[in-house]
């Protein structure tokens, strides 16, 4: 076992949960999540002597690599199941039931939206910061920030609107 093993196994335990998290709420996927996670971790290991902000470099390599494989053609086809219409089951949590209509409104955005308000709002990044993590430039975080709030207030709305037509169960 090499001196370093033991720093980077703190690391990961440390930020294998916000690491995760972030994948997740960028992909919508547990799977793809997770496979990127391992993945960039695996990267960083053969790396770690040489990378100056570990912390920094992990959630860039994670967050490209959710954004990358989101583009990938196969993820954009559709199996005949997606189509059909899924069973709503409320939930009386108003706090669990608010974070899935956000979940769902933010699977709708464009990935590059979608991660940009992940890393600023979730992960609590600076512009620059953000900008450093995906590989762009801060007025191209600014905009897709502001694009990305718009759209996910437009739908949100669109979804209460939809909750206030819906007949009460009983």
Known sequence: MKPDDEEFR???????????????????DWQVAEDAVSTCLAKLYVRWDKVNSPERYIV??????????SRRPWRREWSASEALPDVVVSDQSDAVTEAIRLRHALRQLPAGQRAVLVLRFYADLSVEDTA????????TVTSQTVRGLATLRRLLVADDIALVGQPEEG
């Open 10 to 28: 703190r690391f990961v335990a440390a930020r294998m949960d916000m690491l995760r998290s972030l994948a997740y709420l960028t992909c919508g």
């Open 60 to 69: 860039r390599m994670v967050m490209r690599a959710v954004v990358d494989e």
């Open 132 to 139: 450093a993590a995906l590989g762009r430039s801060p007025g």
